[in-house]
């Protein structure tokens, strides 16, 4: 078979040869030279502003409120600077020179009133007294302690034991008897066999109850002064 040929190879070969060394060119080959009445000139090329618009048809244009570029403001008052600085260096006082201090034959001098040598801080008016912060602080240190202490004092008489009189203490005895006969009663009834967890452990609480109310009835009667905390 014959081989394929494009029709359109003709005109894909013209476009190659077309456009195949251009990237070799330098420009043009003949460049138009300037004229020289078209030099450089300054501000040439700044743009430049539209010309002012003229009154028309009667019309006033609006003034600036910014001043004219010929005004000029008048100067009246001209001042000689060199005069008056050269008085007042002949009316000043000299500045008096720093106090320094040698110690040692090469003459190393350092300035004396940093140094610490010179009693500087025991000139001032306030030197001694404290400070108001300190006396402020002191005080509410003060005022805090008064508190704790008043506080203190009233749980100590909150908590204060009370002394029972000759009259509560007796009534206070004759009801811990009554209560101790009727306990007693109570044990005294109990039956012999106790043979049942239930009985023992009643009979258990009656003799618990019957010394703590002996034991109660002994302090009172041996004791004189009796002393109850208010709880």
């Known amino acids: 078979p014959l081989r394929y040929i494009s029709k359109f190879r003709t005109y894909v070969k013209q476009e190659a040869e077309k456009n195949k060394y251009q990237w070799k060119t330098m420009g043009p080959a003949k460049v138009a030279v300037p004229s020289p009445n078209d030099f450089l000139q300054k501000r040439s090329k700044e743009p430049k502003l539209a010309p002012r618009k003229k009154e028309q048809d009667g019309k006033k244009v609006l003034a600036l409120s910014v001043p004219q570029r010929t005004y000029h403001p008048v100067i009246r008052i001209k001042?000689?600077?060199?005069?008056?600085n050269?008085?007042?260096?002949?009316?000043?006082?000299?500045?008096?020179?720093r106090p320094f201090c040698v110690d040692s034959r090469q003459g190393d001098k350092y300035l004396l009133e940093p140094s610490g040598l010179v009693p500087k801080y025991i000139k001032k008016k306030n030197?001694?007294?404290?400070?108001?912060?300190?006396?402020?602080?002191?005080?509410?240190?003060?005022?805090?302690e008064e508190e704790?202490?008043?506080?203190?004092?009233?749980?100590l008489k909150e908590r204060a034991m009370k002394h029972l009189s000759?009259?509560?203490?007796?009534?206070?005895?004759?009801?811990?008897?009554?209560?101790?006969e009727e306990t007693n009663r109570e044990f005294q009834c109990l039956p012999v066999q106790t043979?049942?967890?239930?009985?023992?452990?009643?009979?258990?609480?009656?003799?618990?109850?019957?010394?703590q109310l002996e034991h109660d009835i002994e302090a009172l009667e041996k004791h004189k002064g009796v002393y109850i905390a208010n709880e």
């Open 79 to 84: 001042k000689n600077f060199i005069n008056k």
């Open 86 to 97: 050269a008085l007042a260096v002949i009316r000043g006082v000299p500045k008096k020179p």
């Open 166 to 180: 000759d009259e509560e203490k007796t009534s206070v005895l004759q009801a811990l008897k009554k209560k101790w």
């Open 148 to 155: 704790y202490e008043a506080s203190v004092v009233e749980q």
């Open 195 to 211: 043979d049942t967890r239930y009985k023992r452990m009643h009979k258990e609480k009656l003799e618990l109850k019957l010394k």
């Open 127 to 144: 030197y001694g007294a404290t400070p108001k912060y300190v006396t402020r602080r002191n005080e509410e240190i003060k005022k805090e």
